[in-house]
């Protein structure tokens, strides 16, 4: 098994670049350098070190050189505060040579505890060097150090440092080579993030009132918090906690919706995959929701767990299987996305992009799919399904939209409404056409001759217009002429006076009795 083929909570740590942005700075500093504690004439053609210095951290005093460097650049730089970003722990694969660390080396660091560690978090230098020296060892926790456009230190593989100004720092670069270290000039830190354009929908008002619906409707009732890559939390959602879910999500947190737990546990343990890995969640008789992934040598235990829950459901710890019903990041509290990491995108998610570039008024062009028996006609609009109501696909009546379209047929047509809470896009034909019914008012008061289209208890329609499907007027009772009420027929011509037209209400009103003395 390849840890490719593992959705990215599950890759190997730490990583180099795991992110799409909405709002990021994409600025290169000018200066990037390599300080480690490795003699570059110790390496062979490749590149590759083959002196004897050790590969982990002394957790003394070349430890200490490392920490007193970074804090030189950070000094000559005219830095003092410095921002998390991409936080991880280790999930399943850990890779590092000391075993981490209770807490994974961050007790005491931060007065709000480990929550203190979240992307965009400020701190001080002070932190951020032992930020440093927790990665250095090993313990298990990792970030990028920045400071917006002006310092970054990324801690990488074997005590490799990357530490990037946009000053020269000639004073911090002596005193590494002072401290026994080797700084190299770089074009870039190996673990600079790497931005790319994949769809990333925020977690704003249009998300959650998105999320309400689905719950509404019993499409969603689970919620994904991963607050640190590698760490999650899991929310049950009903009508009434998807607010109290949002007020406690962990900052520029990554989110997953997911269908509701099963409360059929007899179902969920038939379901669990006879080898390989999956990750089970469960809640709890208590109310509190556990996940865990294992593979076969733990499916009893994780079966024992889950048959005392009072709900579960088994999740593919595998990226190609692994199918929320959509996604998001929270954005900051001015509504900006700043969180750089992404989320995979979901049919849905991609869906809502679409949905965002499409606004009421625009003029599409699409292909009929489908004409649903109930009426509806569907249209493709470069991928996104929309749908035309009958009313809308004509002026004039219409007994089934077969009549004015078919399958396979392109269409221009205006967007009515763009529904992003339910992804729904709503399409009028008729709105790119002329209303014919106000250029009728001027035949008020003249009499034609038209053909009776259907009988109803209050009189008979006829059509006007000599088009298919022209426009139709009620003939009251009242207004046929004597003898007329038990004799006419449908397709019979009727001479018609017309009395008024209503184009706001759609109405034309028509008389035969006035207008039979004049045929």
């Given at each position: 098994m390849s840890p490719d083929t593992l959705v990215s909570t599950l890759m190997p740590f730490p990583q180099g670049g795991v992110g799409a942005v909405l709002e990021a700075s994409?600025?290169?500093?000018?200066?990037?350098?390599?300080?480690t504690k490795y003699d570059p004439a110790d390496r062979d053609e490749h590149g590759y070190y083959t002196g004897t210095e050790d590969t982990v951290s002394d957790h003394g005093g070349i430890e200490a050189a490392y920490l007193q460097a970074v804090a030189s650049f950070a000094g000559d730089t005219g830095i003092?505060?410095?921002?998390?970003?991409?936080?991880?722990v280790p999930s399943l694969t850990?890779?590092?040579?000391?075993?981490p660390a209770d807490g994974f080396g961050l007790d005491g660091l931060f007065p709000v505890g480990a929550s203190g560690f979240h992307d965009g978090a400020e701190v001080s230098l002070d932190v951020g060097l032992e930020l440093v020296r927790v990665m250095l060892r090993g313990n298990g926790a990792w970030c990028r150090l920045e400071a917006e456009d002006t310092f970054a230190v990324h801690v990488g593989w074997d005590q490799y440092l990357y530490i990037g100004s946009c000053r020269p720092c000639e004073e911090a670069l002596a005193r590494a080579r002072v401290l026994g270290l080797f700084p190299e000039r770089l074009e870039a830190s190996p673990y600079d993030m790497v931005n790319d354009d994949d769809v990333q929908r925020p977690g704003d008002d249009d998300f959650w009132a998105g999320l309400h619906w689905a719950v509404a409707v019993g499409r969603a009732g689970l919620l994904e918090e991963t607050y640190v890559e590698g760490s999650s939390r899991w929310h049950r959602l009903d009508r009434d906690t998807v607010d109290t879910v949002l007020a406690g999500l962990a900052p520029r947190a990554r989110l997953a919706v997911w269908p509701a737990l099963s409360s059929d546990i007899d179902v969920v343990l038939g379901s669990l995959p006879a080898e390989g890995l999956v990750e089970g969640v469960w809640q709890e008789k208590d109310g509190r929701i556990d996940s865990a992934v294992v593979d076969e040598d733990e499916f009893p235990e994780l079966a024992a767990r889950i048959s005392a829950a009072d709900a579960a459901a088994p999740l593919s710890v595998y990226a190609e299987e692994r199918a929320p019903l959509f996604t998001a990041v929270m954005p900051d509290n001015d509504?900006?996305?700043?969180?750089?990491?992404?989320?995979?995108?979901?049919?849905?998610?991609l869906n809502w992009s679409s949905l965002k570039a499409l606004h009421r008024g625009d003029i599409v062009t699409g292909t009929v799919t489908h004409i649903a028996d109930f009426g509806v006609t569907f249209v493709d609009i470069g991928g996104v399904e929309a749908m035309i109501n009958v009313p809308e696909l004509s002026w004039r009546p219409v007994g089934h939209p077969s009549d004015v379209v078919s399958v396979g047929q392109e269409i221009t047509a205006e967007i009515l409404d763009v529904d992003l809470i339910r992804e729904r896009v709503s399409l009028s034909l008729k709105a790119l056409h002329d209303d014919p019914m106000p250029l009728l008012t001027r035949q008020i008061g003249q009499t034609i001759v038209g053909r009776v289209t259907k009988l109803v208890p209050i009189g008979a329609f006829v059509r006007i217009e000599e088009v298919e499907n022209g426009l139709e007027g009620l003939v009251h009772n009242s207004e046929l002429a004597a003898g007329y009420s038990d004799s006419i027929q449908v397709g019979d011509a009727l001479p018609v006076r017309i009395l008024d037209i209503d184009p706001m209400r759609r109405r034309i009103t028509l008389s035969h009795r006035q207008a039979a003395p004049e045929l």
């Amino acid at each position: 098994m390849s840890p490719d083929t593992l959705v990215s909570t599950l890759m190997p740590f730490p990583q180099g670049g795991v992110g799409a942005v909405l709002e990021a700075s994409d600025v290169q500093l000018p200066y990037v350098y390599r300080v480690t504690k490795y003699d570059p004439a110790d390496r062979d053609e490749h590149g590759y070190y083959t002196g004897t210095e050790d590969t982990v951290s002394d957790h003394g005093g070349i430890e200490a050189a490392y920490l007193q460097a970074v804090a030189s650049f950070a000094g000559d730089t005219g830095i003092s505060q410095l921002a998390i970003r991409e936080p991880q722990v280790p999930s399943l694969t850990y890779l590092g040579v000391d075993p981490p660390a209770d807490g994974f080396g961050l007790d005491g660091l931060f007065p709000v505890g480990a929550s203190g560690f979240h992307d965009g978090a400020e701190v001080s230098l002070d932190v951020g060097l032992e930020l440093v020296r927790v990665m250095l060892r090993g313990n298990g926790a990792w970030c990028r150090l920045e400071a917006e456009d002006t310092f970054a230190v990324h801690v990488g593989w074997d005590q490799y440092l990357y530490i990037g100004s946009c000053r020269p720092c000639e004073e911090a670069l002596a005193r590494a080579r002072v401290l026994g270290l080797f700084p190299e000039r770089l074009e870039a830190s190996p673990y600079d993030m790497v931005n790319d354009d994949d769809v990333q929908r925020p977690g704003d008002d249009d998300f959650w009132a998105g999320l309400h619906w689905a719950v509404a409707v019993g499409r969603a009732g689970l919620l994904e918090e991963t607050y640190v890559e590698g760490s999650s939390r899991w929310h049950r959602l009903d009508r009434d906690t998807v607010d109290t879910v949002l007020a406690g999500l962990a900052p520029r947190a990554r989110l997953a919706v997911w269908p509701a737990l099963s409360s059929d546990i007899d179902v969920v343990l038939g379901s669990l995959p006879a080898e390989g890995l999956v990750e089970g969640v469960w809640q709890e008789k208590d109310g509190r929701i556990d996940s865990a992934v294992v593979d076969e040598d733990e499916f009893p235990e994780l079966a024992a767990r889950i048959s005392a829950a009072d709900a579960a459901a088994p999740l593919s710890v595998y990226a190609e299987e692994r199918a929320p019903l959509f996604t998001a990041v929270m954005p900051d509290n001015d509504g900006v996305v700043r969180a750089r990491w992404r989320t995979e995108p979901t049919p849905s998610d991609l869906n809502w992009s679409s949905l965002k570039a499409l606004h009421r008024g625009d003029i599409v062009t699409g292909t009929v799919t489908h004409i649903a028996d109930f009426g509806v006609t569907f249209v493709d609009i470069g991928g996104v399904e929309a749908m035309i109501n009958v009313p809308e696909l004509s002026w004039r009546p219409v007994g089934h939209p077969s009549d004015v379209v078919s399958v396979g047929q392109e269409i221009t047509a205006e967007i009515l409404d763009v529904d992003l809470i339910r992804e729904r896009v709503s399409l009028s034909l008729k709105a790119l056409h002329d209303d014919p019914m106000p250029l009728l008012t001027r035949q008020i008061g003249q009499t034609i001759v038209g053909r009776v289209t259907k009988l109803v208890p209050i009189g008979a329609f006829v059509r006007i217009e000599e088009v298919e499907n022209g426009l139709e007027g009620l003939v009251h009772n009242s207004e046929l002429a004597a003898g007329y009420s038990d004799s006419i027929q449908v397709g019979d011509a009727l001479p018609v006076r017309i009395l008024d037209i209503d184009p706001m209400r759609r109405r034309i009103t028509l008389s035969h009795r006035q207008a039979a003395p004049e045929l």
